[in-house]
């Protein structure tokens, strides 16, 4: 599965961005996804995730309150709504697909347990 990410861009502080994760070459529908991101200088960190059915998701907690998750499988795309935007949720975002969530019935956070991943968007965020 090839992953798409966009929506990244310049934002003052306090603002809104929502990125988009759309799918191209087979179904999202059974697979878990999730959102990091990696400022310069940092490891990628786990910002966000939806299971398959959309029906779990799992946030940082230095976004809880402030991101939400979501996903419409009809389009084969998950977004991922960003508010009230900080300086420090500056970084490049990635999405990133795990093949396993249906079977392991749970979500996961650590970077080596999602298959696929897409390119990254740029968010920059201006105080």
């Known amino acids: 599965v090839q992953l798409q990410a966009s929506g990244g861009g310049l934002v003052q502080a306090g603002g809104s961005l929502r990125l988009s994760c759309a799918a191209s070459?087979?179904?999202?529908?059974?697979?878990?996804i999730g959102w990091f991101r990696q400022a310069p200088g940092k490891e990628r960190e786990f910002v966000a995730a939806?299971?398959?059915?959309?029906?779990?998701?799992s946030y940082a907690d230095s976004v809880k309150g402030r991101f939400t998750i979501s996903r419409d499988n009809a389009k084969n795309t998950v977004y991922l709504q960003m508010n009230s935007l900080k300086p420090e949720d500056t970084a490049v975002y990635y999405c990133?697909?795990?093949?396993?969530?249906?079977?392991?019935?749970?979500?996961?956070?650590?970077?080596?347990?999602?298959?696929?991943w897409g390119q990254g968007t740029q968010v920059t965020v201006s105080s």
């Open positions: 990133a697909a795990d093949r396993e969530n249906l079977k392991r019935d749970r979500l996961v956070t650590a970077t080596p347990l999602y298959d696929y």
């Open positions: 939806v299971s398959w059915s959309g029906g779990s998701t």
């Open positions: 070459g087979r179904t999202l529908s059974g697979y878990g």
